[in-house]
């Protein structure tokens, strides 16, 4: 016989030993790595379906921020516009009231202006009676009382008004 075909003893020692090892396989490590395999595919599983539930409680998540989220924007965006309205408002007041603070003080100048005038008219009529009264004095030569004809003096004074009067219409 030939180095490749060998003979019986060798042969019935093979298929005893295959049987034999293929029984041990099969009745000891096959039950043992089915086992360990469905432990691991049972595990796989569970894993796959908490990560779906992790990923569904994630994606809630993610939508009540995002509402959220865009409640806060309108939020800001009404706050926005308050404050707007209130800083309209508030400029409107303030310039209502520097208005009214500048019409007081126009008023108040044109009051101080017209006494300040009477005042200066008054005392301006005083001197031209004693300026006219010693001018006169000169002329004539001769001492003059200063209120001995007032009556010339306040027409005088009345046809003045009268003439600047008509010629400011």
Same mark, same amino acid.
Do not use: W
């Given at each position: 016989?030939?180095?490749? &075909?060998?003979?019986? %003893? ?8 295959? %049987? !034999? ?8 490590? =096959?039950? *043992? ?6 432990? *691991? ?9 908490? !990560? ?23 939020? %800001?965006? *009404?706050?926005?516009?308050?404050? =707007? ?8 007041? &303030?310039? +209502?009231?520097?208005?009214?603070? *500048?019409?007081?003080? &126009?008023?108040? +100048?044109?009051?101080?202006?017209? !006494?300040?005038?009477? &005042? ?15 001018? !006169? ?10 209120? +001995?004809? /007032? ?12 003439? /600047?009067? %008509?010629?400011?219409?």
């Amino acid at each position: 016989m030939g180095i490749l &075909i060998p003979g019986l %003893a060798p042969t019935v020692v093979g298929v005893v030993s295959f %049987a !034999a090892v293929f029984v041990c396989m099969s009745k000891v490590l =096959l039950p *043992r790595i089915n086992k360990v395999l469905g432990e *691991r595919k049972d595990a796989i599983e569970g894993q796959m379906e908490h !990560a779906q539930q992790l990923a569904a409680e994630a994606d809630e998540v993610l939508a009540k921020y995002r509402e959220e989220l865009a409640e806060a924007r309108r939020e %800001a965006a *009404r706050l926005r516009q308050e404050a =707007l309205e209130e800083g309209t408002q508030l400029i409107a007041e &303030i310039r +209502a009231d520097g208005l009214r603070e *500048r019409e007081a003080m &126009i008023v108040e +100048a044109q009051a101080r202006l017209a !006494a300040d005038r009477v &005042i200066a008219e008054t005392e301006l009529r005083g001197d031209v009676v004693s300026l006219a009264t010693e001018l !006169a004095s000169r002329i004539v030569g001769e001492a003059l009382e200063c209120g +001995a004809d /007032s009556e010339i003096v306040d027409r005088f004074f009345a046809d003045l008004d009268a003439g /600047s009067a %008509a010629g400011l219409q």
